[in-house]
């Protein structure tokens, strides 16, 4: 990852009142959404996961990155936009999936849930950043990406982007997003 690396975090100004954007799905998730979602082993990118219609908010803004509560979901819900940017650049191993929203029962077009699966990285919360830096420098599979969605440990959670993955959604006017100072490549 190139240095200085930041943060992408869902902000919480210009997104409405509603904070996080979405509320839920329309239907309880059946068993086997759960299993699609939360117990596929790690790095596992299936073809044909049917991502359940999502329900934002009444008064949420439909940003470009909606903020969400599925914290054990393993991605992001993205816009058309956001997607068309991210696209430009190295991500580590990842898919999309057509995401159905819908706001007050009207369709909302154009999102994806964006599935980012756990890297297999051997880091732990006692490593230092310059420890845990040069693990994912020397990985063959997200050793040289611009994007990078770290889940464990929790000292490292987060998700990393590269100064011109930030320079690319600033130009492009991507909304629902913040950075923040990364405690890796700095």
């Not at 000292?155 to 909304?175: P, W």
Request: charged share 20%.
């Amino acid at each position: 990852m190139e240095r200085p690396c930041w943060t992408l975090n869902h902000a919480t100004d210009g997104i409405g009142p509603s904070y996080p954007q979405l509320e839920g799905f329309s239907v309880p998730l059946a068993p086997a959404h759960d299993a699609a979602f939360n117990d596929l082993p790690d790095g596992r990118l299936p073809d044909d996961l049917a991502f359940p219609k999502a329900v934002l908010a009444p008064r949420a803004k439909a940003t470009d990155l909606l903020s969400t509560v599925w914290s054990g979901l393993f991605g992001l819900l993205v816009s058309d936009r956001l997607r068309a940017v991210l696209d430009r650049f190295r991500l580590q191993p990842h898919r999309y999936y057509p995401a159905p929203l819908e706001q007050r029962k009207r369709a909302i077009g154009g999102y994806w849930w964006l599935y980012l699966p756990a890297p297999d990285l051997p880091l732990t919360d006692e490593l230092s950043p310059a420890e845990a830096e040069a693990i994912i420098a020397s990985d063959p599979v997200v050793g040289n990406v611009d994007f990078l969605r770290v889940y464990y440990p929790s000292r490292y959670r987060n998700c990393y982007v590269s100064g011109s993955v930030r320079s690319g959604l600033e130009a492009a006017g991507v909304t629902g997003i913040r950075f923040g100072t990364a405690k890796l490549f700095r």
